[in-house]
């Protein structure tokens, strides 16, 4: 109903979460990939989720891309 307890105007009923992603490329294929940068790209990411907690939640790790497809047009 988006109103107050007394019901006598509005009141947030929703938490206001946000999410800060941050992500850093390799320099070069850490495993000598050779198709790494053309259709692979390694790297590590941050992310920080606020409104959760009272406190900022932090996580981080690696991550890693591919290209299935050099199809630059979706045709139905």
Known sequence: ???NARF???AAESLSVSRDIGLILDAS???GDPLWGAASLT???IETLSG???NPI???GRFSLRR???ITTFVP
């Open 1 to 3: 109903d988006n109103l």
């Open 8 to 10: 006598s105007g509005p």
């Open 29 to 31: 294929s850490p495993s």
């Open 43 to 45: 790297g590590s990411y």
């Open 52 to 54: 959760l907690h009272k």
């Open 58 to 60: 932090s996580v981080a």
């Open 68 to 70: 299935l497809s050099e």
